[in-house]
């Protein structure tokens, strides 16, 4: 079931939360809608189930207008971060709840729900903790029988606010990886809110990057991330130090530190630069087109890369971070306090008025 959303608007009082929303997701993809706290997010998610109603726009389910559709007539599952199991019905009642409300002419047969509960949570892998009651289970366990649950009545479109919000690190990671699986076995059109960036990352076949009620980006977690349209999708995908200074025929300085940049395709005066933590090296000793010094204030020497944070020595930026191979780390075997030299790689510039400039690529 495909979903388009025409021109969305929608006001709480006088304040906007969404403004002029246009999306298209096709049938059968996992779309992620990423963005900061308050930016709109659950809204639109209310809306596409008939929870809420948009002041103008429309929504579409398959190209028919749903939009003036209750959400009983809609067809949508929905997993929430708390989502209540009811606590006085086992795993399976939980389950089959939904297909026991369904009205008469629609329910299955007693043995055909008996079927279909075991059928999906196999699936969700808990078919053997069909006769646990909630409280006996773990947060990411309770996740999965509120996805059953959502599955059980075979919704055209399924609809997940934070659904792992409240869990910890590594059950977030393991319910990503199997949402992913289970989404690929079932194929239903599912819309899911988070603002976590790894998240959206790893489960989205699209992410939808929100800010203040609009959208800022639509496009594959590659290219948003290597391609972001924004300043504001670039700053929210992952860190970014932010470097600082005057620039003047390809030169920049800020007090001690200086770059000599290749081409003068920036304009004079204060110049902003976003530099990744893995688009840069560190060095013992400074680079002919690049004085950048540091003092190493931490290191974080765990998985493949390691992580540096490192603060300026002589100049004026914010505590910097980078992101170094482990065979580089080791190497260059730096130390606590240990006096190095940062040079950047690839470093997009800012325009005065706070938009992408052009970016710009060292030599060698
Ligand atoms: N029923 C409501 N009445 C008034 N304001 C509301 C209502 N629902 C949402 N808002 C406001 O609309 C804005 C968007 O809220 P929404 O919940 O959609 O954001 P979100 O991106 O999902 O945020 P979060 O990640 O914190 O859940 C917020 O500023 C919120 O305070």
Request: proline residues 5%; aromatic residues 8%.
């Amino acid at each position: 079931m495909s979903i388009s959303l025409q021109q969305i608007s929608k006001s709480f009082g006088s304040f906007s939360a969404l403004t002029d929303i246009s999306l298209e997701i096709p049938g059968g993809s996992l779309v992620g809608l990423l963005g900061p706290s308050g930016s709109g997010k659950t809204t639109l998610l209310r809306i596409i189930a008939g929870l809420e109603r948009a002041d103008r726009g429309r929504v579409l389910f398959d190209g028919q207008d749903v939009t003036g559709l209750p959400v009983q007539k809609r067809r949508v599952g929905f997993v929430f971060q708390q989502y209540a199991l009811f606590r006085h019905m086992t795993v399976f009642d939980n389950v089959g709840f939904g297909l026991r409300m369904l009205p008469r002419a629609e329910r299955p047969s007693r043995e055909a729900r008996r079927a279909r509960i075991m059928e999906l949570l196999t699936m969700v892998q808990l078919d053997h903790l069909a006769s646990r009651y909630p409280s006996q289970l773990s947060g990411g366990q309770r996740q999965r029988v509120a996805l059953a649950r959502a599955l059980a009545v075979k919704p055209s479109v399924l609809l997940l606010d934070e659904p792992f919000g409240a869990l910890d690190a590594k059950v977030r990671k393991e319910l990503r990886r199997w949402l992913r699986h289970l989404h690929e076995q079932m194929a239903v059109t599912s819309v899911f809110v988070t603002h976590d960036q790894e998240e959206a990352m790893e489960v989205s076949d699209q992410v939808v990057v929100m800010s203040q009620g609009h959208i800022e980006q639509i496009g594959s977690p590659r290219t948003v991330y290597e391609e972001p349209a924004s300043r504001f999708v670039f700053d929210f995908l992952g860190h970014i130090n932010a470097l600082s200074g005057r620039y003047q025929d390809g030169r920049w300085e800020n007090g001690d530190a200086w770059l000599q940049l290749p081409g003068n395709g920036c304009p004079h005066g204060n110049l902003t630069f976003y530099l990744r933590p893995h688009e840069a090296t560190l060095a013992h000793t400074p680079a002919a087109d690049a004085h950048l010094p540091v003092q190493v204030d931490e290191l974080s020497v765990f998985g493949a890369t390691v992580k540096l944070e490192l603060s300026p020595r002589g100049w004026q930026a914010e505590a910097l971070e980078v992101e170094l191979p482990r065979e580089e780390f080791l190497a260059l075997a730096p130390e606590r306090k240990q006096a190095l030299f940062l040079r950047p790689r690839h470093l997009q510039s800012i325009t005065a008025d706070g938009g992408l400039g052009p970016v710009l690529d060292m030599q060698g």
